[in-house]
């Protein structure tokens, strides 16, 4: 069954990091600052900056329909030193604060005898400790998630019936983009619970001389592991540093295909009472941009330096499961 909710209807909010029905009141298009955005706000802007419907009825793939050949193609242009650059971290093996769900690794058979060894990896890789990407089933709002499909009928104990992972087997290449906060403000990391907003995204393309566009792979680094490396972990589902909801307008307008971050994407805490992840509620759902999470982005941020641009060519491809929420995946920074 197809649609809950019409077109462009928004009717839920996250209250308290639960979802509860309620009405809401629009707000004008990128209108507010960081101190205006409500709960309120937000609901609004599940409708306005909604782009269900936009590629059909029956689309699964949300913004990344932005990519087009001739974005390819142009990305592919970009590749002209023959540098490649890992986006992920190394996926953490031992429980600390962050890393809740450690991912387990068990060699099979050592001392078996023959010329093969064999290994297993176990994952549960949502959360704030590993690199990975959420599809678009990852979340839902007022029990609907992208472009209206019905909670009840397209999630269920067998995976994601619609908006799955496995959408995106073909793979994600495009153009990338990095914002280096932290070397926009003149320091090696941002502290925790520091909001980013639409001012430091603009100050960036001011410094980087570049502007997002249409199609675009957005990474913004807060230099989260470069922290971590300094004190050590801590509880990025309390703080952490990230995007102000008051920039969801700002990543629609531009035509952002795809989000990434060294972090959970969000601000913690959002800053908007009431709503408990902006980004990801306005992103996943209400445009149907699936996100990058705790990538690593220290190695890109130095070759961006020395290199002396901060666009590249950006490959990745998860891993092809019919109806995963989401997926542990390397991305490829290649200039």
């Known amino acids: 069954m197809k649609r809950t909710t019409g077109y462009g209807i928004g009717v839920a909010g996250l209250i308290g990091g639960g979802l509860a029905a309620c009405l809401v009141v629009s707000a004008p298009l990128g ?57 992920s971290h190394n996926y953490l093996t031992e429980a600390d604060i962050e ?7 068990e060699m099979l058979g050592p001392d078996r005898p023959g010329p093969f060894r064999s290994d297993r990896y176990t994952f549960a890789y949502h959360g704030y400790a590993h690199s990975h990407m959420d599809s678009l089933c990852h979340m839902m709002h007022g029990g609907s998630l992208y472009n209206g499909y019905a909670r009840a009928d397209e999630v269920t104990v067998e995976g994601c019936a619609k908006l799955g992972i496995g959408n995106y087997k073909q793979g994600i290449v495009s153009r990338g983009v990095l914002m280096d906060i932290p070397r926009l403000k003149g320091v090696d990391y941002l502290e925790p619970g520091t909001p980013i907003g639409v001012e430091d995204l603009e100050a960036w393309e001011r410094e980087a001389r570049l502007r997002v566009e249409s199609g675009d792979i957005l990474f913004v680094r807060t230099g989260r592991w470069a ?25 629609r307008e531009r035509g952002v295909a795809m989000l990434g971050a060294d972090g959970t994407n969000d601000v ?27 990538l690593d982005l220290e190695a890109l941020a130095a070759e961006a330096a020395r290199q002396g641009r901060w666009e590249f060519l950006l490959v990745a491809a998860p891993l092809a499961v019919a109806g995963g929420t989401g997926s542990p995946l390397n991305p490829l920074a290649i200039f």
């Open 268 to 294: 913690l805490p959002s800053g908007v009472d009431g709503v408990t992840q902006p980004i990801h509620q306005l992103t996943i759902v209400a445009m149907g941009m699936p996100l990058f999470d705790n």
């Open 99 to 105: 890393a809740t769900s450690p991912v387990g690794y």
């Open 31 to 87: 209108a507010q600052g960081p101190d205006e955005v409500t709960a309120e706000t937000v609901g609004g802007w599940m409708t306005e900056l909604s782009n269900w419907g936009r590629w059909g009825d029956d689309d699964e793939l949300g913004t990344l329909n932005l990519v087009t050949p001739e974005k390819r193609r142009a990305a592919l242009a970009l590749a002209t030193a023959g540098v490649s650059v890992s986006l």
């Open 227 to 251: 922290r971590r490396a300094e004190h050590g972990p801590w509880e990025m589902n309390r703080e952490a540093a990230g995007l102000h909801a008051s920039v969801a307008p700002w990543l």
